[in-house]
């Protein structure tokens, strides 16, 4: 019954911006830290951003640092990850990533395409 389910991928044109939404259901959300990863054709998976339980502390993958926020909002059970500036090279599936140690859960992706 646990999951994660991202939104708000599509096309977007380079220098454009997006916000992908993950909504979880079915476990504590405030319990697990957030994660963003990303896989392109071809490319292993790459982790770009994270956000923790508590205190909403931050990382990013160098390749994206700047340009990205991860957010979180416990109460509505959401994690975002507002991309700005976006580059061909952001074009890739975007997973969104629940973990807390104990268990972890993996959404089914979002296209993200950036291209004129």
């Known amino acids: 019954q646990a999951q994660v389910v991202e939104s708000g991928g599509g096309l977007v044109q380079p220098g454009g911006s997006l916000r992908l939404s993950c909504e979880g259901s079915?476990?504590?959300?405030?319990?697990?830290?957030m994660e963003w990863f990303r896989q392109a054709p071809g490319k292993t998976r790459e982790r770009v951003a994270s956000?923790?339980?508590?205190?909403?502390?931050?990382t990013y993958a160098d390749s994206v640092k700047g340009r990205f926020t991860i957010s979180r909002d416990n109460n509505m059970r959401k994690v975002y990850l507002q991309m700005n500036d976006l580059k061909a090279e952001d074009t890739a599936t975007y997973y969104c990533?629940?973990?807390?140690?104990?268990?972890?859960?993996w959404g089914q992706g979002t296209q993200v395409t950036v291209s004129s």
């Open positions: 079915g476990f504590t959300f405030s319990r697990y830290q």
């Open positions: 990533f629940a973990v807390n140690g104990v268990s972890h859960y």
């Open positions: 956000i923790t339980k508590s205190y909403d502390i931050t």
